[in-house]
């Protein structure tokens, strides 16, 4: 975000300019995710006391 932050406050010309916008790089968000989502769902079903292979979703 160019924009809107404590270096540039949030003005007309920086909306008009669309500089008040978030960005991110999906690529690096995607791989980021894919990385952390296993350790998080292990973490939780440690939490629960569960195991992956005693664990039956059902979805219904």
Aim: no cysteine; aromatic share 10%.
């Amino acid at each position: 975000m160019e924009g809107g932050g404590f270096k540039r406050p949030l003005s007309q010309i920086i909306i008009d300019e669309g500089l008040h916008y978030i960005e991110m790089e999906g690529n690096l968000v995607f791989k980021f995710a894919v990385k952390i989502l296993g350790r998080a769902v292990n973490q939780a079903l440690s939490l629960a006391g569960l195991t992956w292979g005693a664990t039956v979703i059902e979805w219904s």
